[in-house]
């Protein structure tokens, strides 16, 4: 089973639509990320979080908000769609402890979710 | 402020011939560094990163990178490129607290028979 799992992994929504993309991991590590990506911009960090109580924003947060359900479960909303926020959606763990395992500090992704708004 | 810039938008090689693709980075101090490939319709891989110690670093898939303090690069390298090779690399640097990553633009790789 994938340790970082996204749903939907497609959408097409309407102008003005909430929607909820989810993520889910089994990873057990505290830090979890939302980047988007559009051709030729490359992944862009939109929230990002240390544990359940811990979330900041990132380099694009404006037309987006998040949710830190559980140490496995990070969720991000677009409260109002527009076609703009069309793009490739990741979301994203990694694990800050020193010494917990050679992948600190990597980043491990899900397999993205793409999201069309119309 | 911290940057990464990927100068080569695009690259096509032929299969069987050598790699380079670059990577220059901005940042206050030490970084961490990634390559990330991402095949088409899929999530991001991780090839290799530098945290430490040897400056060339070694990762999946016969990929290499040489971290130059003083050029501030990374590049990645392969001898001999597979078309299984064709994919968007992407290189991060992140820092060493751990609460932030930046990407490059990518570079889309094609290979040619």
């Known amino acids: 089973d994938a340790d970082v799992t996204q749903t939907p992994r497609n959408r097409i929504t309407k102008t003005g639509k909430r929607i909820m993309l989810e993520c889910s991991q089994t990873?057990?590590?505290?830090?979890m990320y939302w980047y988007r990506q559009d051709p030729g911009l490359g992944l862009r960090l939109i929230y990002y979080?240390?544990?359940?109580?811990?979330?900041n924003k990132g380099e694009i947060s404006d037309g987006y908000s998040v949710s830190r359900q559980a140490q496995a479960k990070f969720s991000l909303s677009l409260e109002s769609a527009i076609p703009n926020q069309t793009a490739l959606y990741f979301c994203?763990?990694?694990?800050?402890?020193?010494?917990?395992?050679?992948?600190?500090?990597?980043?491990?992704f899900g397999p993205g979710t793409r999201l069309t708004v119309l | 402020a911290q940057s990464v810039t990927q100068p080569d938008i695009h690259i096509t090689v032929s299969e069987g011939a050598s790699l380079e693709l670059r990577c220059n980075y901005s940042y206050g101090a030490t970084p961490y560094l990634f390559w990330y490939v991402q095949s088409p319709g899929q999530g991001l891989q991780l090839l290799l990163k530098?945290?430490?110690?040897?400056?060339l670093v070694q990762g999946i898939k016969g990929f290499e990178a040489e971290f130059k303090r003083s050029q501030s690069s990374f590049n990645l390298r392969k001898p001999s490129v597979h078309w299984s090779d064709a994919a968007e690399y992407f290189c991060a640097v992140g820092a060493r607290t751990g609460n932030q990553f930046y990407f490059g633009t990518g570079t889309s790789l094609t290979v040619i028979p």
């Open positions: 990873k057990g590590h505290d830090r």
């Open positions: 994203a763990t990694s694990d800050p402890r020193r010494g917990a395992s050679s992948s600190y500090n990597e980043q491990f």
């Open positions: 530098y945290f430490s110690g040897d400056t």
């Open positions: 979080s240390f544990d359940v109580k811990d979330i």
